[in-house]
């Protein structure tokens, strides 16, 4: 393996690596923009972003509580110190944006706002 580059050692992690941010934040302003919108798959969208970001929350909370309650003055590096600063800022910044998310866009108001409007064929006044 000397010699050789990350990316000619592991082409499609690499692909990955440099594609997945830019297709995600694509996806969350096309989503942004679809709520906006009204429009009933940025609702679900929306609803799966928000999904996807309590399980990351839930799940660093349950397999890495220590990263995430405390913090210890002494014995850790400064790299350690902030990686565990940037996890605590994730699961404080999407745990309860998540958990607001899920219950907004699951209200039957919210859900009634995203629905498609009616066609004014089928309106009670007819053609006129």
């Given at each position: 393996?000397?010699?050789?580059?990350?990316?000619?050692?592991?082409?499609?992690?690499?692909?990955?690596?440099?594609?997945?941010?830019?297709l995600?934040?694509?996806?969350?302003?096309?989503?942004?923009?679809?709520?906006?919108?009204?429009?009933?798959?940025?609702?679900?969208?929306?609803?799966?972003?928000?999904?996807?970001?309590?399980?990351?929350?839930?799940?660093?909370?349950?397999?890495?509580?220590?990263?995430?309650?405390?913090?210890?003055?002494?014995?850790?590096?400064?790299?350690?110190?902030?990686?565990?600063?940037?996890?605590?800022?994730?699961?404080?910044?999407?745990?309860?944006?998540?958990?607001?998310?899920?219950f907004?866009?699951?209200?039957?108001?919210?859900?009634?706002?995203?629905?498609?409007?009616?066609s004014?064929?089928?309106?009670?006044?007819?053609?006129?």
């Open positions: 393996m000397r010699g050789r580059k990350i990316y000619e050692a592991h082409p499609i992690l690499t692909f990955l690596v440099a594609t997945l941010p830019f995600l934040i694509a996806s969350g302003i096309h989503t942004g923009i679809g709520l906006f919108q009204l429009k009933a798959w940025a609702r679900k969208a929306a609803l799966l972003w928000a999904g996807a970001a309590l399980c990351f929350s839930l799940w660093f909370i349950a397999f890495r509580p220590y990263q995430t309650f405390f913090i210890p003055e002494d014995f850790v590096s400064e790299l350690q110190s902030l990686k565990q600063l940037l996890a605590v800022s994730l699961v404080f910044a999407t745990l309860p944006v998540s958990i607001w998310w899920i907004l866009f699951r209200m039957e108001s919210v859900k009634r706002q995203f629905e498609p409007a009616a004014s064929a089928t309106s009670p006044a007819g053609p006129s």
